[in-house]
């Protein structure tokens, strides 16, 4: 599968990048998350439909202040997410918006991890 957006509200959620003009490495790092080819294991593994991830952004800005992804299995998945510090709230919100889209759109049951 592609990519996919999702309006979130107060944030907007997109496929983590590392490229000439967005770079979410440092934010990663910020995260704890220091493996310089994580961005593209998640590119690769939405092709492959084994994990589909959002880095959740400021719209203003675009900088990447948590992540939600949904490890699909079947007619099932998992749902998982963390923020940076101070950011909990994005996360919530964030989760919410993931749960809906792959409940609603992939037709997915999700568990949370």
Do not use: K
């Amino acid at each position: 599968m592609e990519p996919i957006e999702i309006n979130a509200g107060s944030w907007y959620l997109r496929a983590l990048r590392a490229d000439e003009r967005v770079d979410d490495r440092p934010a990663l790092r910020d995260g704890g998350i220091a493996d310089p080819g994580y961005v593209a294991e998640r590119s690769r593994q939405w092709a492959a439909d084994e994990h589909y991830s959002w880095a959740v952004c400021a719209p203003t800005t675009g900088e990447l202040l948590a992540e939600v992804g949904v490890a699909p299995s079947g007619d099932a998945g998992v749902l998982s997410g963390w923020a940076r510090p101070g950011h909990d709230d994005v996360l919530a919100t964030a989760t919410d918006a993931v749960r809906r889209f792959a409940e609603g759109a992939l037709g997915l049951t999700l568990t949370e991890r």
